[in-house]
């Protein structure tokens, strides 16, 4: 049972354009939202995250958005660049025990020069 | 990344044999976590620790199990390893479970068991 999923396994973007990664989960109870990059051949690296008492967050190109009464988040990056190209997972944590984060199965995004 | 480390990065082995895998951490983070990335899965959590000899299982812990006798190390044990163990490996690190700290993760280990 997939508490956290990524839809769209992948998506293609023009350089300069936006892009928009969608994440959906199931689990009410779920109160804070991640979103993490991954290279190739590293380890993911943390990008953003949302309380579930704010809609908005934003840092730099990255702007995440949480539609809790959709049980929906999105991650924008405006513009898109060449070096964005990576997989971002999407994930969700708890409010209680030990901040578990469920992670999603990703999308491979690729920013076209 | 810096402070933390995961050893060995590739490991090729033979089904039923035993496999230790190593997190190392130098920033004296109290949690440490042991995912597992598969295509189509995502990343799943395998086992975790909230402290030095405190450890708990995750969603797929069935065929690992973890210990932690120091706060810097992390070590995951597959007892009889399987093909369906073939996996990316990450090891993750948090200084506490509030809301505004994620994990930050290890550069992996590709384990290949055939």
């Known amino acids: 049972d997939q508490q956290v999923k990524q839809n769209s396994p992948s998506l293609s973007v023009q350089e300069g354009r936006i892009s928009i990664l969608n994440c959906d989960y199931t689990n009410s109870m779920f109160d804070y939202f991640l979103w993490y990059k991954k290279y190739p051949a590293e380890g993911p690296t943390f990008l953003i995250s949302?309380?579930?008492?704010?809609d908005k967050n934003e840092d730099g190109r990255f702007t995440v958005f949480l539609n809790k009464s959709a049980k929906h988040l999105s991650l924008h990056i405006v513009p898109s660049q060449p070096g964005d190209s990576a997989v971002y997972f999407c994930a969700a944590s708890l409010t209680s025990g030990t901040y578990k984060y469920i992670f999603g199965t990703g999308t491979r995004l690729k920013v076209l020069a | 990344d810096a402070g933390i480390t995961q050893s060995p990065r590739h490991k090729v082995t033979e089904t039923g044999t035993p496999v230790t895998l190593r997190c190392h951490q130098t920033e004296n983070h109290r949690y440490m976590y042991w995912y597992r990335q598969d295509p189509g899965h995502g990343l799943r959590l395998i086992h975790y620790?909230?402290?030095?000899?405190?450890?708990d299982k995750g969603e797929v812990s069935d065929g690992y199990s973890v210990s932690r006798s120091k706060t810097e190390d992390f070590l995951l044990t597959l007892e009889s390893a399987t093909s369906s163990q073939t996996s990316v490996y990450f090891c993750?690190?948090?200084?506490?479970?509030?809301?505004?700290?994620?994990?930050?993760f290890g550069s992996g280990t590709r384990l290949t068991v055939v």
């Open positions: 949302i309380s579930s008492i704010k």
């Open positions: 993750a690190i948090s200084e506490s479970p509030g809301y505004n700290y994620g994990y930050t």
């Open positions: 620790s909230y402290g030095v000899k405190d450890t």
